[in-house]
């Protein structure tokens, strides 16, 4: 399902082990008014920490995603990224796993893997609800417009 005013972009480039993560931009969403909100990703990898500072000047809030495969030195990479990031800049995050949405032994290790708080409850993007992901966006903005970038806990 598209998500209205979206528009990927392919401004990105292969970082890390065989192409397997991207630096760039993923896309932008018109939000009317003039305003449009730049997806970027930004790989949890080591050589992109010097990086952060850049990236987190405008930064608005965080989409964690996380796949099924996530184990060990990937989701300590990806939980130092997102510490690298809210030292920076705190900003309210939501978080985006990809397991079957009854595998619930797996979403509390990943809970857990994370550093998620047990009263924030991570979006599940499966291929049975299409609406997962602008379901996390509209939390986020949500949150974003809301609290002026005040961190705290996102619930769905």
Known sequence: KKIPGFASSSKRAAIGGAGRF?????????????LTVTLVSVPPVVEIM?????????????IV???NDASGNLLKAILG?????????????????????????????????LSIGPDEEPFILNGKDARTGAL???????????????????KH
């Open 81 to 113: 990224l997102k510490r690298g990031v809210s030292a920076i800049k705190p900003v309210p995050a939501v978080y985006v796993f990809t397991p079957e949405p009854d595998d619930a032994a797996r979403h509390s290790q990943l809970k857990r893997a």
């Open 50 to 62: 010097p990086l952060l500072k850049s990236f987190s000047s405008s930064l608005a809030g965080l």
């Open 136 to 154: 996390a966006l509209r939390a986020l903005f949500k949150h974003i417009l809301s609290q002026e970038n005040q961190p705290a806990t996102l």
């Open 65 to 67: 995603l996380c796949d």
């Open 22 to 34: 991207y630096l760039g931009e993923e896309g932008a969403i018109r939000l009317g008014a003039g």
